[in-house]
Nanobody, 129 residues
Framework: QVQVVESGGGLVQAGGSLRLSCTASGRTFGSFAMGWFRQAPGKERAIVAA????????YYVDSVKGRFTISRDNAKSAVYLQMNGLKPEDTAVYYC??????????????????????WGQGTQVTVSS
C-alpha cells in the first residue's frame, strides 16, 4: 500500500514563503512522477506543479511560474514545493500525488490528474493580505 504524506502548510502573509514536503512509501519512489495539486474553496482541484521520475522534466501552471519550484530527492523518497512570493489567491488545500506508471517518458502527461494514482490527505496553505 502506497502512503503519501504532506507537511509544511500554514498561515503566511502575502509575499512570504512556505516549503511543502511530501513523502511516499510503499514502492520504489524514484520510478514515478510526483505532482502537487491544490483545491481552493468552491473550486475544483487543479495541478500546480509536477516532476518526472528522474527530476529532469517539470511542469508548472502559469499562475505559479517564477514563484514556485518543485524538486525531488529520490534518496529520501521526498518531493518538495518551494513557494515564494505567495499571494492570497494561492490559499488552498495542497495535495501531493504519486504517478501510476513507472519510468514514464516525455512530459505531456505531467499535468494530467488522471496520471496520478496515490494521493495524500492535503495540507492547508493560507495567505493573508
Amino acid at each position: 500500500q502506497v502512503q503519501v504524506v504532506e507537511s509544511g502548510g500554514g498561515l503566511v502573509q502575502a509575499g512570504g514563503s512556505l516549503r511543502l514536503s511530501c513523502t511516499a512509501s510503499g514502492r520504489t519512489f524514484g520510478s514515478f512522477a510526483m505532482g502537487w495539486f491544490r483545491q481552493a474553496p468552491g473550486k475544483e482541484r487543479a495541478i500546480v506543479a509536477a516532476i518526472s521520475w528522474s527530476g529532469g522534466r517539470t511542469y508548472y501552471v502559469d499562475s505559479v511560474k517564477g514563484r514556485f519550484t518543485i524538486s525531488r530527492d529520490n534518496a529520501k523518497s521526498a518531493v518538495y514545493l518551494q513557494m515564494n512570493g505567495l499571494k492570497p489567491e494561492d490559499t488552498a488545500v495542497y495535495y501531493c500525488a504519486a504517478g501510476s506508471t513507472p519510468w514514464r517518458s516525455g512530459s505531456d502527461y505531467l499535468s494530467r490528474e488522471s496520471e496520478y494514482r496515490y494521493w495524500g490527505q492535503g495540507t492547508q496553505v493560507t495567505v493573508s493580505s
